[in-house]
């Protein structure tokens, strides 16, 4: 009896260690993705770039139960490519380099909408506030890999990004649209 | 009367003459402001409204430049020395080069600053010259100095306007009022 539970019992984690459901993991390759900040100034688009970012992804496309995303992003790699811009998002009032150099996104929670779209149900972590956020992507598998990519809006004076007299959106707009591409291949 | 005869101005050439002077004053004060002020909104409103403001005069200086050159100009009174006469063509001039040279420089810094801009939040400028540090910072100063110069020249354009009407008392000055302030 014993003999037939360990066997039964191995089945049983081979079987875990093998369902689907968890998905493959994936390592994001950096040249081929992309990450985008496009905030207004004025109600005309400021568009900027995290040049640092990394993305880990456990996910099986068609059975996205079980999956995870975590991304890290190098706050102090942001570039809105104005010399004098770069030099204030440094400060407290806007990204604080010195104090929150990184943020992160991590969700375990991410569910298909339809067809290639899928939502990422999960919590920002930016200068010090969390935030819960829900990240939509579109899946495109191909042979040597896949690419996520998607939009979302965030405020910024969520995060207190712009503080102080920056907090007013008549200048400088409240929104901010985030964009990425992230390219990916399996890891292992 | 609107096209400008021998001896007086039309309406037209009235109204971009009163309309510019009036948006220069106002693009002067603008500018000062707009680089003393410390960084802040308000900095960065005032930059907003000196630059869709320049692009506005930019845009009448052509339209004013295209009226002149389609109108007669008003005779420069009988009997003015040689000297006066090439002092009012050199600071006439020297007005219409600025009024184009410090838009266009100012739009140079902008866009060597690669910063995104409408005017009047309408409409997008397009870069005129590649994003570059050293280019915007040199053509900034090319812009302050132009600036200098027109207030040079601004002092000198109202000065001899008041000194026609209340020294030589002819009708220089005069003949750009508004027609309703005209004596016969």
Same mark, same amino acid.
């Given at each position: ?41 004025? =109600? ?132 901010? =649209?985030? =964009? ?9 | ?184």
């Amino acid at each position: 009896m014993k003999k037939i539970a360990a066997v039964l019992g191995l089945c049983g984690l081979s079987a875990f260690a093998l369902d689907p459901a968890q998905g493959a993991d994936w390592k994001m390759d950096p040249a081929g993705s992309k990450l985008e900040f496009i905030a207004t100034f004025e =109600k005309t688009a400021a568009p900027g770039v995290f040049k640092e970012f990394d993305a880990r992804l456990r996910f099986d496309p068609d059975k996205p139960a079980g999956s995870s995303l975590e991304v890290t992003v190098k706050v102090t790699s942001a570039d809105m490519n104005i010399a004098d811009v770069n030099k204030e998002i440094r400060g407290k009032d806007w990204f604080d380099y010195a104090g929150f150099p990184q943020a992160e996104f991590r969700s375990t929670d991410l569910r298909r909408t339809e067809g290639n779209r899928y939502v990422a149900h999960g919590a920002l972590s930016l200068k010090g506030v969390k935030q819960p956020l829900e990240v939509p992507f579109t899946w495109t598998g191909s042979s040597d890999g896949a690419v996520m990519e998607g939009e979302l809006t965030v405020k910024r004076g969520a995060f207190g990004i712009g503080a102080g007299e920056w907090a007013a959106s008549n200048v400088i707009g409240a929104d901010v =649209k985030v =964009k990425f591409k992230v390219k990916l291949r399996k890891a292992g | 009367m609107l096209r400008n005869d021998a001896d007086s101005w039309g309406a037209p050439a009235k109204l971009f003459h009163w309309v510019m002077a009036a948006l220069i004053l106002a693009q002067i004060a603008l500018g000062v402001m707009a680089a003393s002020w410390r960084v802040s909104p308000t900095k960065l409103e005032l930059f907003f409204w000196h630059k869709s403001t320049g692009m506005l005069i930019l845009a009448l200086v052509a339209l004013r430049l295209l009226w002149r050159l389609a109108n007669p100009t008003p005779a420069l009174p009988a009997g003015m020395p040689a000297w006066e006469r090439a002092a009012a063509q050199l600071s006439h001039g020297l007005l219409y080069v600025l009024m184009i040279a410090l838009p266009i420089t100012g739009w140079i810094v902008n866009s060597a600053s690669s910063i995104p801009f409408r005017i009047f939040w309408l409409i997008p400028l397009p870069a005129i010259v590649a994003p570059d540090k050293p280019t915007a910072d040199l053509v900034a100063l090319v812009h302050g100095g132009l600036f200098a110069l027109l207030a040079l020249v601004l002092v000198a354009h109202i000065g001899a306007a008041l000194r026609h009407h209340f020294v030589k008392r002819n009708t220089v000055l005069e003949r750009m009022l508004p027609g309703t302030w005209r004596t016969p």
